[in-house]
Nanobody, 116 residues
């Protein structure tokens, strides 16, 4: 199993930047892919960006050109660099690990608030 811990969220003005970190511990060799998800207030958890050992695989259309997902050489950590933030980017950001064949793990989330 693995444990995920997100950090880096906070309050930022529109146009600002944040870098989220998801630290991973445990049996990281069993991880196949990871991703960042956002849950807006009252909404569901939606994929923002995904990554495998081959590199980024998915990026939500509305964050293209503004957000970048990256990872360490091994699955020690993944990152989400968020630039030119907008109020609609507000939400709780979670990282997820796809582990083995059918298992997924989630972190506890980090709040991102974009407001003047």
């Amino acid at each position: 199993q693995v444990q995920l811990m997100e950090s880096g969220g906070g309050l930022v003005q529109p146009g600002g930047s944040l870098k989220l970190t998801c630290e991973v511990s445990g049996n990281i060799d069993m991880i196949n892919a990871m991703g960042w998800y956002r849950q807006a207030p009252g909404g569901q958890r939606d994929l923002i960006a995904g990554i495998t050992n081959a590199g980024p695989t998915k990026i939500k259309e509305h964050v293209k050109g503004r957000f970048t997902i990256s990872k360490e050489e091994k699955w020690n950590a993944i990152y989400l660099q968020m630039n030119n933030l907008r109020p609609e980017d507000t939400g709780v950001y979670y990282c997820k690990a796809e582990y083995g064949v059918v298992t997924t793990y989630w972190g506890q989330g980090t709040q991102v608030t974009v407001a003047s």
